[in-house]
């Protein structure tokens, strides 16, 4: 049980175009889920966290306009980077919150490239 | 504000010794404490989860312990093999809610 799936897992992109990214909760429901970005070498620095039907909550830093985030139903929430810069080449995880809130299980991570 | 502190430096051991990882933490009592591991291009996988009233806690080669005088958790595998080289974080929940991580420790087992 608690398999995120994330999708793609891997993409390149031009300067300038928006790319989303999928987060599924496939055996459970996630009322909230997480956005995460990770560079290489370092720990993963939380972006959002996203809440079913409600506007998502952004980290200090984090641009909202920039990263859109929805969460649409209680196993879907995206991450759309919009007019992507190459400094917004990064490791992107979503995670979900089991339902007692104690862990998150996380999703296999997408590897964007912006050229 | 809460810090987590992980060996910076690579662990490498021989197949068959024991790992122990060391994790600690500053400026907050968390009343848990968790342990992930993460493969190279991998998002992190779930492992332990050890709460403040338990002093360890066990899963198959994996055990853990937490001492909250000293503000530190310890991550063990026994038996270590060649399959268990990856990066191990440690994360807690801040006393804001949200799950921060360590920077990670990463293992290498020699065969």
Redesign the interface.
């Known amino acids: 049980g608690?398999v995120?799936s994330?999708h793609p897992s891997r993409v390149i992109c031009k300067s300038g175009t928006s790319v989303k990214i999928e987060c599924r909760s496939l055996d459970f429901q996630a009322t909230t889920m997480?956005w995460y970005r990770q560079f290489p070498k370092?720990?993963?620095m939380?972006m959002a966290?996203s809440n079913e039907g409600s506007k998502a909550t952004y980290e200090q830093g984090v641009e909202k306009d920039k990263f859109l985030i929805n969460h649409a139903s209680l196993t879907l929430s995206t991450l759309t980077v919009t007019s992507a810069h190459p400094e917004d080449s990064s490791?992107y995880?979503c995670?979900a919150e089991s339902g007692g809130g104690?862990?998150?299980?996380?999703?296999?991570?997408t590897?964007l490239l912006v050229l | 504000s809460q810090k987590i502190e992980q060996n910076s430096e690579a662990l490498n051991i021989q197949e068959g010794k024991t790992a122990t990882l060391t994790c600690n933490y500053t400026n907050y009592s968390p009343a848990y404490l968790q342990w992930y591991r993460q493969d190279p291009g991998r998002g992190p996988v779930f492992l332990l989860l050890i709460r403040e009233n338990e002093k360890e806690k066990r899963k198959e080669r994996l055990k853990v312990t937490f001492d909250t005088t000293l503000k530190q958790s310890l991550f063990h595998i026994t038996a270590s093999q060649p399959a268990d080289s990856a990066t191990y974080l440690c994360a807690l929940y801040n006393q804001g809610g949200k799950l921060i991580f360590g920077q990670g420790t990463e293992l290498s087992v020699k065969p």
């Open positions: 608690a995120v994330q997480f370092q720990s993963l939380l966290t490791f995880i995670s104690e862990t998150q299980y996380f999703g296999p991570g590897r």
